[in-house]
């Protein structure tokens, strides 16, 4: 179970990013992991890409680099007034990412960065079928999370970080196929790729 902290770096925006900065040391750094899944993607500047649980925008300023049609999704008004402040570059969308308020066959490209183990497990599965509606044939989602360590020195530091900011969600996640649910759901699903002593996994899935 997660302690004050975890309120406290939702509240405190230096905060969340201190935290931040520091959990991404392991993979050289935040810009380094804020952009790991979109390694080897080739994205066009006309390109419709979400950016689904956008946070603040700690993703959606790399990936306004790419794209001049980036949308940021997020069901936290005060995340979305940052992210507006943050990369004013993007469009942005107050809505839960189990239920999108997009047409299907909308986008290119789905991105969401260390999002998904906020999910209970039947929100999980909703997640992925509306990802999978909202992307165009041949559209790629693209995700980066937690993923059980294969190297046991990182099980120390994953342990205390969940204690610390996260919640069960988490913790159900690193037991998670994440890739079989992808596949369940008809996507094209390459082999993940895990960084930090396996504690992250990248996944592209294609529809």
């Known amino acids: 179970m997660a ?14 990013d201190g935290i931040s900065r520091l959990a991404a040391v392991s993979v050289g750094g935040e810009a380094r992991f804020r952009q790991l899944a979109l390694q080897g993607l080739t994205i ?21 680099k790419y794209s001049q049609n980036v949308t940021g999704l997020d069901a936290s008004p005060l995340s979305l007034r940052r992210a507006q402040q943050n990369v004013p570059e993007a469009n942005y969308v107050e809505a839960f990412a189990e239920n999108m308020p997009f047409a299907d066959n909308l986008f290119d490209v789905v991105h969401t960065s260390a999002a998904l183990h906020e999910m209970q497990p039947e929100q999980l599965r ?15 989602f693209t995700l980066v999370d937690f993923h059980a360590p294969t190297n046991a020195i990182f099980w120390p530091g994953v342990s205390l970080f969940l204690l610390l ?7 159900q996640l690193l037991k998670t196929d994440l890739a079989g649910l992808l596949t369940t759901a008809g996507f094209d699903v390459g082999k993940p790729s895990l960084y930090a002593g ?3 996994q990248v996944i592209q899935a294609i529809k």
Do not use: H, M
């Open 44 to 64: 066009y500047s006309d390109n419709q890409v979400l950016d689904l649980c956008c946070g603040s925008g700690q993703s959606t300023q790399f990936l306004v």
């Open 165 to 171: 900011f996260e919640t069960e969600t988490a913790w």
């Open 3 to 16: 302690t004050i902290l975890r309120d406290w770096s939702y509240r405190y925006q230096w905060l969340y």
């Open 126 to 140: 909703k997640i992925i079928s509306e990802v999978y509606r909202v992307l165009k044939p041949g559209g790629v």
């Open 198 to 200: 396996g504690s992250l």
